[in-house]
């Protein structure tokens, strides 16, 4: 039970007694605090009962000694048992208390009281309602949502850091210097002709080679994809002579007539000869092609007018039924077209290097 003069006292007055003898009241109500001061100062009387902070709250249990309670209970006994009189006691009673407890706070030093006062002012807004200071508390720790500016600067720090991660791992596969090496690789006359070459034979291949096997992909339930049918090749055609006869021919008139011509007639190889004798340099750079790439694209693009154009069998070599495969599949202008390519490469070759 909390004494009477410090049930008269204020929350901030009461939080501020508690400070001074070293307690922590952080979230206590009032009456839980009275409650906190009155034990702690009943058990430590003896050391606060000269303090003139305390010194009211011991006047005030001293008006609450055994023999004074002994003295009020007696002469309520031998009043007679109405309402009205236990009323008027009771009422008596608190009376009583109420003055001495006045009494002996006017009795309290002065400054200490004013000064409490002021201490208290300061924080009468937290010590009165702690349970809104803690809720405010918790509602401050809560994040709160970025503003536009914020989005905006991770945004930007985010795509940065993809640009540097992509822009290292574009360094560290050396991509560009890969690229270089292989623009430098296919910018010659030989890559054009590899080219060119290339495409006759993929041409002649799917007509040789017929696609006769099928192959199904069944349904998949995970994806619900619709069953398609491929077909494959038939490369048993490959041990028969109707595959060798017509691309043996293409290989003899394509590729093996005109690159052997190129080489006994290699103009580039002449030219020089003539100037090894004043630039070794010039000797090297002419000299780069065993056969003579101009020469290649000439003697093919004849060949081709000669076998598909004017019937020429080069005295029974070619088999006219091979070389009426080789000219629908392929395609006689095709023949023609690349070698004129080619042989437009090879001169503006040779045109850079001079």
Excluded: C
Aim: net charge positive; charged share 20%; proline share 5%.
């Amino acid at each position: 039970m909390s004494s009477l003069w410090l049930a008269k006292k204020r929350k901030a007055e009461l939080v501020d007694f508690a400070e001074q003898l070293g307690l922590r009241v952080d979230g206590y109500l009032k009456h839980d605090i009275e409650n906190l001061l009155t034990d702690y100062l009943d058990t430590h009387s003896d050391q606060y009962l000269n303090d003139p902070t305390f010194s009211a709250y011991y006047d005030t249990i001293a008006t609450r000694s055994p023999m004074k309670h002994a003295l009020s209970v007696a002469a309520v006994s031998d009043a007679p048992l109405t309402r009205s009189t236990r009323r008027r006691t009771t009422r008596y009673a608190v009376e009583s208390l109420t003055e001495n407890a006045s009494t002996a706070e006017e009795e309290s030093p002065e400054p200490r009281s004013t000064e409490r006062t002021l201490r208290s002012g300061s924080r009468s807004l937290s010590t009165r309602t702690p349970r809104t200071v803690r809720s405010l508390r918790e509602a401050a720790q809560v994040p709160l949502p970025p503003t536009p500016a914020a989005i905006a600067d991770a945004i930007e720090s985010g795509t940065n850091a993809i640009r540097e991660s992509a822009k290292k791992a574009v360094e560290k596969a050396a991509i560009q210097e890969k690229a270089i090496s292989l623009r430098d690789r296919l910018s010659n006359v030989v890559s054009v002709n590899a080219v060119s070459l290339a495409y006759e034979a993929i041409i002649l291949l799917y007509h040789l080679i017929p696609f006769t096997y099928t192959a199904k992909i069944p349904t998949i339930p995970v994806i619900e994809n619709s069953p398609k049918l491929f077909l494959l090749p038939d490369l048993f055609v490959l041990l028969t002579a109707g595959f060798w006869g017509p691309f043996a021919t293409w290989l003899a008139t394509a590729i093996f007539i005109p690159l052997a011509n190129a080489y006994f007639f290699n103009l580039t190889a002449t030219a020089a000869a003539a100037r090894s004798s004043s630039n070794v340099a010039m000797y090297r750079s002419a000299e780069e092609y065993k056969a003579d790439p101009l020469a290649f694209a000439v003697t093919k693009a004849l060949i081709a007018y000669l076998v598909h154009y004017k019937g020429l069998e080069f005295m029974g070599l070619f088999n006219p039924k091979n070389l009426a495969i080789v000219g629908r599949s392929v395609g006689r202008e095709t023949q023609l077209i690349g070698a004129g390519i080619a042989g437009l490469a090879a001169l503006w070759e040779s045109i850079l290097k001079r």
